[in-house]
């Protein structure tokens, strides 16, 4: 009998070792999901989800028009629900990364990597004049590095973060609550980096609370609160316009303590 137990339990220690190895091999563990590589070749397409499909990411609600002999693509933002693997601590409609004006060679942060606006049109009904009034209008994008095409230095993204981008038209969205971000250097050489948020209002037990919003100062290592949740500045990518890079800041999915 002792024997058929030493079998029983030696054989069930090489089933659990080889499934763990199997686990660490995919990147997977008992209860995560499995993380994906990000898309080399992205279309976001006015009112449609992103191609390829982004497991829980919204589509864009913008538009492509001519401004000034230039193609420029407005209005766009993704929305990142419960589903997202990227930002697993979204919940639906809690976060949105939205754009300022975007032409083609622009490098951008997009579902945790770094893009490079490869293309964009106008939709079969002609240019649009404001954001989402033609549907069909798309912007193409290609992960970096890519061939002979390099990451710009200094244009990271940090994992388990939420991005956000600066400029008229970029900022985001978090916790229910809008804001628009500006960059700056001091004539210190010191970043300043200043949040804008708009005024909004959000439960706290039973009552409702109403906050007047307004901009908060920060830099790398500073806390910065939206909607009464506390959340860390990781990193800052500031705007550079012979690079092509937009400007992005990023914060700390996890709320700070």
């Known amino acids: 009998m002792n024997a058929l137990h030493n079998r029983v339990f030696w054989f069930l220690l090489v089933g659990i070792y080889l499934m763990g190895s199997l686990a660490m091999t995919q990147g997977v563990f008992f209860g995560q999901k499995e993380a994906e590589e990000p898309p080399q070749y992205l279309t976001l397409e006015s009112r449609s989800r992103p191609r390829p499909f982004q497991p829980g990411f919204e589509g864009w609600a913008g538009g492509v028009s001519k401004q000034d002999s230039k193609t420029v693509a407005r209005g766009a933002f993704v929305d990142a629900?419960?589903?997202?693997?990227?930002?697993?601590?979204?919940?639906?409609?809690?976060?949105?990364?939205?754009?300022?004006?975007?032409?083609?060679?622009?490098?951008?942060p997009l579902f945790g990597a770094v893009y490079r606006v490869a293309s964009m049109s106008p939709g079969a009904k002609g240019e649009s004049t404001a954001p989402g009034t033609a549907s069909g209008d798309t912007v193409s994008f290609q992960r970096l590095p890519s061939g002979e095409l390099r990451v710009p230095e200094g244009a990271t993204v940090t994992k388990d973060a939420y991005v956000f981008t600066f400029g008229k038209g970029g900022g985001g969205k978090l916790h229910g609550v809008s804001f628009q971000a500006s960059y700056e250097k001091t004539d210190g050489g010191k970043e300043k980096l200043t949040i804008?948020?708009?005024?909004?209002?959000?439960?706290?037990?039973?009552?409702?609370?109403?906050?007047?919003?307004?901009?908060?100062?920060?830099?790398?290592?500073?806390?910065?609160?939206?909607?009464?949740?506390?959340?860390r500045v990781v990193n800052v990518v500031p705007p550079d316009p012979k690079k092509k890079i937009i400007g992005w800041f990023e914060v700390a999915q996890k709320p700070a303590d």
Not at 85 to 100: G, I, M, N, W
């Open 196 to 231: 804008d948020v708009s005024p909004h209002q959000r439960q706290e037990g039973n009552r409702i609370v109403k906050d007047r919003g307004g901009p908060q100062t920060v830099q790398v290592g500073d806390v910065v609160q939206l909607g009464g949740v506390r959340h």
């Open 81 to 108: 629900t419960e589903d997202s693997r990227v930002y697993p601590h979204a919940k639906a409609d809690a976060y949105q990364l939205r754009f300022p004006e975007l032409q083609e060679g622009d490098i951008v």
